[in-house]
């Protein structure tokens, strides 16, 4: 009878064995996952500062040095996604500000809801800290956000530029913000870190998945795009580092959502409002309206005083890219300092 008992005690801790084994991949990945979110929130805390403004508090890195260009993020994003850009900015000899808009990292929703109140919050910051005047550059979502700073503000605006920015009329479904579908898409943080694992392992699909967002881009046409990002370092930096600006997802969840439900009742500066130098930069392809949409944020506002659209011919939503990546970047510092 001994033996036999012992036989059962055995085959119970091989069970046991074989289950912790099982479990052992889950455990190393969350612990994985869990160092990865806490490095990332640590260094998303250090590149930035916060400053105290009558609306509250805001978030805001400054780096560079020339002329002011401050660059308003879009969803989802972050002063990080701001920076983003910001960097081909430097390359060119501009100071950088870039702020995190209410809602997103550690600008509390509270500092201001509405786009208008976001404007106001955003002028409070640059006089904060000294910036009397700036160029803007509004990314996206943000760019309603920058037309209303630059309506509600001119006297500290030179110039601004717009890149892929929304239509006048949101008329489509209820996920109306890019933001807000990847937020669900991606499922969280988890969906993240798993985003992140592609960048490292399968980029060039990642990359093209990136080229049909918001965009009517044929799969063969992304798959292009994609290829000639990855073969110049400086394409494949900019498109990395934009992954990378949407993580972690949970931190700019109110944002995100705030911006969704925003973003449906947009009100543009009426016509001859916008008293600044505009240029508007879209994708041929861009899906969420029709390139003659763009006459009605921008060249209605004040033709007469430098406004330019400027459409990219076979690329979408995500801007620049492909062969016109320094072209582009290079019209948008030039037209940001001659203003």
Known sequence: MRPRRRTRTRSGWTAVALVIL??????????????????????????SSLALIPEGVMEFADRGEGPVALVIH????????????????????????AVSRPGYLRTPLETGVTI?????????????????????????????????????????????????PPAASLTYPAIASIGYKLFHDLTGDLGCWLLRLQLRTDPSALFAGMMNIGSSLRPSRCSALAAEALADPEQKSFLSDLTESITPLLPREPGIINDNAQLKNIR???????????????GENESRFRIQDLNTPAATTKGNIGSKI???????????????????????????KSR
């Open 22 to 47: 099982a479990a052992a991949p889950f455990f190393i990945a969350a612990g994985f996952y869990s160092a990865w979110r806490s490095d990332r929130l640590a260094s998303l805390e250090a590149g």
């Open 74 to 97: 879009g969803s989802p994003g972050g002063y990080d996604q701001g920076m983003v850009y910001g960097k081909e900015l430097m390359k060119r000899g501009f100071r950088v500000i």
């Open 116 to 164: 208008e109140e976001q404007a106001d919050a955003i002028d409070s910051l640059l006089r904060s800290i000294g910036i009397s005047k700036c160029a803007v550059l509004g990314i996206s979502e943000g760019s309603p956000c920058a037309l209303l700073f630059s309506s509600r503000h001119p006297e500290r605006v030179g110039s601004l530029v717009l890149l892929s």
């Open 268 to 282: 543009f500066p009426g016509k001859g409002t916008l008293a600044v130098p505009l240029l508007v930069l879209a």
């Open 310 to 336: 400027e459409v990219i011919p076979r690329v979408g939503h995500i801007l620049p890219v492909g062969r016109e990546f320094r072209r582009t970047w290079d019209d948008i510092a030039a037209f940001m």
